[in-house]
Each structure stands twice: as C-alpha cells, then as structure tokens.
C-alpha cells in the first residue's frame, strides 16, 4: 500500500472508531437511562410496600377510628355516617318496586319484581348510562330534573311493556353515594360532594326533597300516572350504595353483616348495636383526609399509574417526545389501566395499542412495556391489600375476625361487595381476596365469605323500598 493510501485507511480507521465510540457512548447513556426508569419504580415498590405487618397496623387503626368515629361527629378521620335502616330485606317481600342509583360514574334506573318467600327476585331490570359530565357541577335542579325524566321514561316503557295493570302504586329506593346526615330512612343532608362533583346549591340540602319536587313536576303530566303513583306508597328509602349492597346481601344470605363498594369510590357499611353508638349526629366536617380512599379507588388508580410513568419519562426520558402526552391528570382511566395489566399476550400487544391510543406513543419497545404492567402490578396490588386490611377492619369492629375470646372463629360471617374496581378487574380481585386470608388466617377466612352483589346498590335500594313499604 503507497504512503497515501495508507493515511486514508488510517482516516478510515479512526472515523470508525469515533463512530463506534459515539455508538458505545449512546449505548451506554441509553442503558443508564433504562436502568434509571427501573429505578423509579423500584422506589415505587419499595414505597408501597404493604407487608402482613403493616396490613394488620392498618386494620387496628381502622378499629380506633371506628370508635371515635361513633363516640363523637369529628372524633375521628373516619365519618362514620348513621343511616336508620332498621329493617333488612329477607326474602319475603313481594312486588313490583323501582330503584334510582346516582353512584359516582352512573346513573341507573332499576325495576325488580319480587316473588316473595321461595321465589325471591323473578326479574329485575337495570338500564345503566354514564352520567353526563355537565351535570356533575350544575345546578341540584338540573340534576334532579334529569334524574326524574329518565326515571319517568324509563317507568313509561316498563309499565307498557308489563302484563300488571298499570294503576298499581309502586314505591322507589334512592342510592345516592355521596355523605349524607340523614335524620331518618327516607330524608337525609348532603354534607360535601365527591367524585369529581360540585353542585354547590345542592350542599346542606335534603337530597330526597329534592327528587321529590322534581319527580311532583314531572308528575304534573298525566301520562305519568305511573311516575305519580311512585310518591304516594310507604317510605321511600335514601340509602347510600353501601346500605343498598348490604341489603341485596342480607335477602339472600341473613348472615350478611357489611357491604363494601369499590367503584369509583370506596366506602363500607356495617350492622351497628344501637348502643355502640354514643354521638348525637351532628355535622360533620371532614375536608381532606381522604389519603386511604385515593390509594383504593377507581377513580384513582388510573392515575397514580400515569404519575409514576411521568417520573419514568421525565427522569430516564423513556418516552422520548412525548413524555409530555403523560402530563394530563386523568388522561390514565383505572378500567385502560386495567386492560393493560391484564394483556396476557405474549408480546403485550394490548398495552402497545393502548400507549398508542391514549399518548401517541407508537413505538414503546417490549422491555418497557413489561415494565408499565409493573407499575400498574403495585398500585393495584396496594390496593387491593388495603382494602382487604379494610375489609378485616370492619369485621375485628364487630367481633367477626376470630381474634379474642369470641365464638367467632367458626361463625359464618358475610359481606357482601359491589364496585366497578371489584367486579370488572380479576387482578385486584384477587389481591384482595388473597389478603383477607393472608390477614385472618386461613381457618377464620374458611368461615368469610365475600360475595360478589352485583348491581347491589341499585337493586338493594329497591328491596328497601320493598321491605319499608306501608302495606306489607
Ligand atoms: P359508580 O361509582 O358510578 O356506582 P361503578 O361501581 O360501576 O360506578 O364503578 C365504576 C368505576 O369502577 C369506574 O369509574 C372505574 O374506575 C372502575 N372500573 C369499572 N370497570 C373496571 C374495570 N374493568 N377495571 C378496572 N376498573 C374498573
Ligand atoms: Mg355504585
């Protein structure tokens, strides 16, 4: 090789390192940035980390607060909202009954006939729609016109459809989900809203007068004789989704004891001995506090998820340009984050579309994708143990988790649950599930049932409607 050709395969050579070493450099920049975002969620973990031990914290604090909560309004963190049911459904009760369920992300309307003794529930019928997002920071007019519209409409087609004479009175239970101070079954005052609502005018207002006066309007139609009807028969129970669940719980299974929802909120009821409970209700007061609920709910976990993957992106830059599709709140629904955690594809293929679909992120390689449903993995999983913890709360309140000198080890205990998060999403029931028995011990659990009440809320309203009724 002449003097100049073999300068240029020395240039040759050196462009080749430099470039290989730039290639190296990247490499290793890349790999620290990836082991930085496995980082991030190790920490995660680590942070939500909920051991038996820690379960069981949760579980005895949850008994404090349960005491002061019925010692005194504001004694505690927990409301512990009285409700003045005082008759359960137990099967007997006959009839055609209809049942409104204002939850947090539904509206239902519900028709049940019931059988009575032997036969129980022969039909029921639920039209479900999401509630519209306007409606959530109108006005309690607005809202209450729209829920008794829909209500007549739906009573309308039931009644034409049905082979039953029409003139028939037909008593209505209303779930409305949110804190309420009732002052009996069928009154009760919206002490603050949740879930994303804000109608300010309706707080401090009795919530059954205020369906009343919009259903006495709608009334007002002489086609409606049905929708009339629906005021003139027996109490018309205002119960909370808890209490709805709790009494499509008790009409099959008497030995029902608590109801827990774990939807778009998360809330719990249980049969209190009237003499456990010391306070005069009063007001009470309550903002913040909500930490426990945040880290259970539907509404929520979508968006811790989303957060986490924000840390991720902003500190590894996992997500090149569009980390910022990552910065809208909510843009994480639980139910999207749920069908991710559940792709149970080889290749995640679900999770690939969803990072797609919801943040244009065409392109999320494989290893980052298994990391994603890690992260959705803890939050759930931390979840649902807590919510387990709170589960075992209840029961150790009521002397139903065999500690203590009870007979309650062997008693048979159930509790019914309802919720979108419980239903809908296998993974965290099953964390849940899982957790009670970790909790209780394996012999106590095998005397605990949790039954899945579907429609509960709505359903169960109907059947206080039927159990509170003047004539049965
Ligand atoms: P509401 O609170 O209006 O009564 P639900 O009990 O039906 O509503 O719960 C709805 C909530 O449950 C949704 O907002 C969502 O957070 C959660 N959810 C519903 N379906 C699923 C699902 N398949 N996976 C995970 N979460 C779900
Ligand atoms: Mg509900």
Not at 34 to 56: H, I, K, N, S, Y
Not at 99 to 122: C, H, P, W, Y
Not at 253 to 262: K, N, S
Not at 432 to 453: C, H, P
């Amino acid at each position: 090789m002449g003097r100049v050709g073999f300068a240029a395969a020395a240039a040759c050579a050196v462009a080749a390192c430099a470039v290989a070493a730039a290639l190296v450099g990247r490499r290793v920049r890349a790999r620290r940035r990836w082991w930085r975002a496995v980082e991030v969620v190790g920490e995660f973990e680590e942070g939500c980390a909920t051991p038996l031990g820690r379960l069981r914290q949760v579980v005895d604090a949850l008994v404090v607060e349960m005491h002061a909560g019925l010692a005194s309004d504001g004694g505690s963190k927990l409301k512990m909202l009285l409700t003045f049911i005082d008759t359960l459904p137990d099967g007997s009760e006959e009839g055609i009954y209809y049942a409104l369920d204002l939850g947090g992300t539904n509206f239902r309307v519900l028709r049940v006939q019931l059988g009575g003794k032997g036969s129980m529930i022969l039909s029921h019928k639920v039209e479900s729609q999401p509630l519209p997002e306007e409606l959530k920071s109108g006005t309690s007019e607005i809202l209450f016109d729209y829920i008794a519209s829909t209500l007549k409409n739906f009573v309308e087609r039931e009644e034409d459809d049905s082979q039953q004479k029409t003139d028939e009175r037909r008593a209505l239970g209303f779930t409305f989900s949110f804190p309420v101070r009732q002052t009996s079954v069928s009154s009760g005052f919206l002490i603050k809203w949740t879930k994303g609502f804000s109608i300010e005018d309706a707080v401090g207002k009795d919530i059954a007068r205020g369906l009343e006066e919009a259903m006495t309007t709608k009334g007002l139609n002489m086609r409606v004789a049905a929708l009339f009807a629906l005021t003139l028969r027996g109490e018309r129970p205002l119960v909370n989704d808890t209490v709805g669940t709790l009494a499509l719980g008790h009409y099959y299974d008497q030995d029902t004891v608590a109801a827990v929802i774990i939807g778009t909120g998360t809330n719990a009821c249980y049969i209190e001995r009237t003499d456990a409970i010391i306070k005069c209700q009063g007001l009470l007061t309550n903002s913040g506090g909500m930490g426990f609920e945040k880290m259970i709910s539907g509404m929520y976990l979508g968006e811790v998820v989303r957060r986490v993957l924000q840390k991720m992106a902003q500190e590894s830059d996992l997500f090149g340009d569009a980390t910022q599709n990552l910065s809208v709140p909510f843009s994480l629904s639980t139910p999207i984050m749920a069908a991710m955690h559940e792709d149970d594809s080889p290749d995640l293929e679900r999770v690939r579309q969803i990072m797609e679909q919801n943040f244009q992120m065409p392109h999320v390689p494989l290893k980052t994708r298994r990391l994603i449903i890690r992260v959705c993995d803890i939050v759930t999983r931390r979840a649902a143990r807590l919510a387990a913890a709170g589960i075992v709360g209840i029961l150790k309140k009521i002397g139903r988790d065999g500690s203590g000198r009870s007979r309650s080890k062997s008693q048979r205990t159930s509790v019914a649950i309802e919720g979108g998060l419980y239903t809908g999403y296998s993974n965290f029931r099953d964390y849940l599930n899982e957790a009670v028995v970790e909790i209780l011990g394996e012999e106590v659990a095998r005397n605990v049932i949790l039954r899945v009440s579907e429609d509960g809320s709505g359903i169960g309203a109907a059947l206080l409607a039927a159990a509170h009724s003047l004539d049965r």
